[in-house]
């Protein structure tokens, strides 16, 4: 597709179970970005990938947040023991290189219960 | 106080009517974004702004680089404009977003 794909729309899982989010940044972008979206708020960010290496990961709350972008496309962010707070839409947007445009996925809805 | 704040957080017009919807912000920026967030989370995005003034079909981007100031108009209002509209600031390595704005528009 031409936009910037996430999978899975929903996700539902429990409480300490681990999960994988992916994003399909459209083709070419080189730079790649995770937000979370907690209801009534707006997105927060997480993560910035430029290429493979993440440029910016200031925003990841602790250390059961994690993500990658090994071939420099494709990005997974995960996150381990959920806790019932994670729960939250996850964004991802990407970017042409030197461009501050971002274009935004649908999200994905963590719901850990 | 947030970096970003967006006025008013909620919004209620009548089909036709003008609306703004106003940004401000603290904070050193390259570029400011509004985006448009339907029910289900979908992102999109409407304007990218670093100066001046845009306009897509019955949207207005406007930004005051010395007021640290944005504003969104959205003339002859109808009811798919109905969506939170989010005003978001910072560089190519990241963006702060306000809450958003819920508007609702009535037929």
């Known amino acids: ?113 | 106080k947030n970096e970003v704040e967006q006025s008013p957080q909620n919004l209620t017009a009548q089909e036709g009517e003008f609306i703004t919807i106003n940004c401000s912000y603290s904070v050193g920026i390259s570029a400011l974004h509004w985006l448009q967030q339907h029910p289900g989370g979908g992102i999109v995005s409407l304007f990218m702004l670093s100066s001046g003034k845009k306009k897509h079909g019955r949207l207005i981007a406007t930004i005051n680089i010395q007021e640290k100031h944005s504003s969104l108009h959205i003339t002859a209002s109808h009811p798919r404009d109905s969506a939170v509209y989010i005003c978001a600031v910072g560089s190519a390595r990241q963006l702060t977003f306000g809450s958003g704005t819920q508007l609702t528009v009535l037929p």
Do not use: M
């Open chain 1, 1 to 113: 597709g031409a936009g910037v794909s996430q999978t899975p729309s929903n996700k539902v899982t429990e409480k300490g179970k681990y999960v994988e989010l992916r994003c399909d940044p459209i083709s070419g972008h080189t730079a790649l970005y995770w937000y979370r979206q907690s209801l009534g708020q707006g997105p927060e960010f997480l993560i910035y990938f430029q290429g493979t290496g993440a440029a910016d990961d200031s925003g990841l709350p602790n250390d059961r947040f994690f993500a990658v972008r090994p071939e420099g496309s494709v990005s997974t962010l995960k996150i381990q023991r959920t806790e019932r707070g994670d729960s939250a839409v996850y964004l991802c947007a990407s970017s042409p290189d030197r461009s501050d445009i971002q274009y935004f996925g649908a999200g994905t809805r963590l719901s850990v219960l």
